[in-house]
T-cell receptor, first 113, second 118 residues
Framework: GQNIDQPTEMTATEGAIVQINCTYQTSGFNGLFWYQQHAGEAPTFLSYNVLDGLEEKGRFSSFLSRSKGYSYLLLKELQMKDSASYLCAVRVGYSGATNKLIFGTGTLLAVQP | GAVVSQHPSWVICKSGTSVKIECRSLDFQATTMFWYRQFPKQSLMLMATSNEGSKATYEQGVEKDKFLINHASLTLSTLTVTSAHPEDSSFYIC??????????????FGPGTRLTVL
């Protein structure tokens, strides 16, 4: 089966740092994505990891440990506009119809002044 | 680049009617498009994978006769919710994977369609 877990909700303060964790157990692994989604809008791409280690993109960083089935998204210098849902998604399969994204439960982040 | 549109953005219909949702890749060709459903405060659930010119592959538990998918060209896929019922009310999101693969072979998401069945 496919199982991807994230905390349901988190609260953080403007200007602070927050880490959103994601653990996964999937049949196959071909990369892990993090998306940001504001209410009623489409997800937007934040980061991608396929090898172990840390990927940094500005205020956002994402870490992956394939042996542990674990990833986290790190948001620095939080801004009010960062209040959104953060979705962890694992790509399974390699070609054709088997290459698809399995989304986690999503983490609703509330940034407070 | 890599823009995906959906039409309509929202729709309200009566129970028992059918609703068609279009997903278009505006500036790229997509061999594969995906249809997701998202209920309030929940994550995206993959409904089906659509490949141009072939039958869609449905996820377990998704009724293919109720959710008809047509991917007639490299830029257009449609989802038809047949005989819609209130429990079909949801946010439907499509995504498209470009023919020319990017660095991450990622999907690009449409803005979603809010379906409300009365």
């Amino acid at each position: 089966g496919q199982n991807i877990d994230q905390p349901t909700e988190m609260t953080a303060t403007e200007g602070a740092i927050v880490q959103i964790n994601c653990t996964y157990q999937t049949s196959g692994f071909n990369g892990l994505f993090w998306y940001q989604q504001h209410a009623g809008e489409a997800p937007t791409f934040l980061s991608y990891n396929v090898l172990d280690g840390l990927e940094e993109k500005g205020r956002f960083s994402s870490f992956l440990s394939r042996s542990k089935g674990y990833s986290y998204l790190l948001l620095k210098e939080l801004q009010m506009k960062d209040s959104a849902s953060y979705l962890c998604a694992v790509r399974v399969g390699y070609s054709g119809a088997t290459n698809k994204l399995i989304f986690g439960t999503g983490t609703l982040l509330a940034v407070q002044p | 680049g890599a823009v995906v549109s959906q039409h309509p953005s929202w729709v309200i219909c009566k129970s028992g009617t059918s609703v068609k949702i279009e997903c278009r890749s505006l500036d790229f060709q997509a061999t594969t498009m995906f249809w997701y459903r998202q209920f309030p405060k929940q994550s995206l659930m993959l409904m089906a994978t659509s490949n141009e010119g072939s039958k869609a592959t449905y996820e377990q538990g998704v009724e293919k006769d109720k959710f008809l998918i047509n991917h007639a060209s490299l830029t257009l896929s449609t989802l038809t919710v047949t005989s819609a019922h209130p429990e079909d009310s949801s946010f439907y999101i499509c995504s498209a994977r470009p023919l020319a693969r990017g660095s991450y072979n990622e999907q690009f998401f449409g803005p979603g369609t809010r379906l409300t069945v009365l």
